[in-house]
């Protein structure tokens, strides 16, 4: 049972993926056809992770009253709406409404499995757990792509993953017994220890507020790369729309191919080193799209941005029991990504306002900001265990 439930979180982790990338690789076609600002990509951005936020914040409740499978279910069912929703949008407004419980659903999944990957797998599960959703957020920019090339709507590449959706909705509501039964058998085994810690008593535990920090900052990062990064090589390096999109999928693809090194890589380096080396290798790959140097360059530090990122996420969630005991780290890994999901909320759009009026170029430089406080605050955490 426990090796089926493991097969069904990765799969319900590339459903989370899916969605993520698709309105940053489709906003070059779909802001002239929805009439709107070329920044107002960042409004629907915020509607989606401010309903990311409030879900992850409420995930320990929730998992506690419905059980991880139910929520799952239904969350996956919400996301599968409103990417049906924004298939169907006569207008901007619409996709507006469709953003919020694409968040709330995406929030949802998104901290309910990882709390329960984080107490009850090895690292390295975690990180391919996060691969798999790289396989889901390359594999949407590449459906739209692929459509937008054979003279298919934008829509299109939202109708065809909602489906996709609606499919694994069914698959996880059967499997909902299976959830029961494995939790029965656990809480057999070992009763439930979860303490519920609310956000107040969290901040004051010693390096709960730079955790916070370095997800914060993440999440900016990986957000606007995912965002504005097709916008990027499509405004300042004169790529075309669809293959601007592609690269956008091959960040994601790096993501995903740099987790399943990194599953490998912690049988032997530690959650720390992963996340320090990652840092560094985000540093880099900036530091070439900053450079006046030729495309393919610029390229490479794309790509090495993804790498970088890889092990970032998954080995700090990973990291929560080590470092604030089992018992509150289910709140913990809550109240971690819903600061993540604020920097996705706020530092992307924020960035877009001010490109608007002094133009993309200046991405490069809001990167390197944000991955240098993401490096300070981690290196306050490195040597801090629960007691």
Known sequence: MSVLLLILIYIAFISLGLPDALLGAGWPVMQPDLNVPFGFAGLAQMLISAGTIVSSICSGAAIKRFGTGRLTAASVAMTAAALLGFSAAPSFVWVLFAALPLGLGAGAVDAALNAYVANHYESRHMSWLHSFWGVGALSGPLILSFLLLGGHSWRSGYLAVGSFQVLLVAILLAAVPLWDKVRAVKTEKKPDAHRAVSMCTAVKIRGVPSALLVFLFYGGIETTMGLWGGSFLF?????????????????????????????????????????????????????????????????????????????????????????????????????????????????????????????????????????????????????????
């Not at 080193?273 to 360059?297: K, R």
């Not at 996420?313 to 780290?329: D, K, L, N």
Request: hydrophobic share 55%; with cysteine; charged share 5%.
């Open 235 to 387: 405004k300042v390096k004169g790529l075309d729309p669809a293959l601007s999109a592609t690269w956008v999928s091959l960040f994601f693809a790096s993501i995903t191919a740099g987790r399943f090194l990194t599953g490998v890589l912690t049988f032997r380096l530690s959650n720390n080193a992963m996340i320090g080396g990652g840092a560094l290798t985000v540093l880099g790959g900036i530091l070439l799209l900053l450079a006046p140097l030729p495309l393919p360059v610029s390229l490479v530090g794309f790509l090495l941005i993804g790498f970088g990122c890889a092990p970032i996420f998954p080995c700090m969630i990973h990291e929560t029991p080590v470092r604030f005991g089992g018992s509150s780290s289910q709140s913990i890994i809550g109240y971690q990504m819903a600061a993540a999901y604020t920097g996705a909320a706020l530092l992307p759009p924020l960035f877009g306002f001010i490109a608007n009026a002094a133009g993309m170029v200046l991405m490069p430089g809001f990167l390197i900001t944000y991955i240098l406080i993401l490096l300070a605050n981690f290196l306050r955490l490195r040597h801090i265990r629960a007691a």
